[in-house]
Nanobody
Framework: QVQLVESGGGWVQTGGSLRLSCAAS????????LGWFRQAPGKQRALVAR???????DYADSVNGRFTISRDNAKNTVHLQMNSLKPEDTGVYYC???????????WGQGTQVTVSS
């Protein structure tokens, strides 16, 4: 399994933007899908965006139209562009590999995103 390291989090005001990055220790080209997950304070970790090996994407309703996930197989990176941020987007963001049958890879440290009103 590849190891994934997240970066790019920070503090931003409502309406602002952030771009998260996820760097893999090895090739991501053969991984079925990659996802960004969010763990909000007091809540369970949940998938917010997913991209398949063919480039198909899907998003949680709460972020659809505001977040964009992308992958660069040549650089073994995955990004999450977050626009029009809201306080409810606050949380720790993790990227992870999604293998067959929904099996996930190991979790990294995540990156904290704080949106202040």
């Amino acid at each position: 399994q590849v190891q994934l390291v997240e970066s790019g989090g920070g503090w931003v005001q409502t309406g602002g933007s952030l771009r998260l990055s996820c760097a893999a220790s090895g090739s991501i080209s053969s991984i079925n899908a990659l996802g960004w997950f969010r763990q909000a304070p007091g809540k369970q970790r949940a998938l917010v965006a997913r991209i398949t090996s063919t480039g198909s994407t899907d998003y949680a309703d709460s972020v659809n139209g505001r977040f964009t996930i992308s992958r660069d197989n040549a650089k073994n990176t995955v990004h999450l562009q977050m626009n029009s941020l809201k306080p409810e987007d606050t949380g720790v963001y993790y990227c992870n590999a999604i293998y067959d049958y929904g099996r996930l890879g190991s979790w990294g440290q995540g990156t904290q995103v704080t949106v202040s009103s």
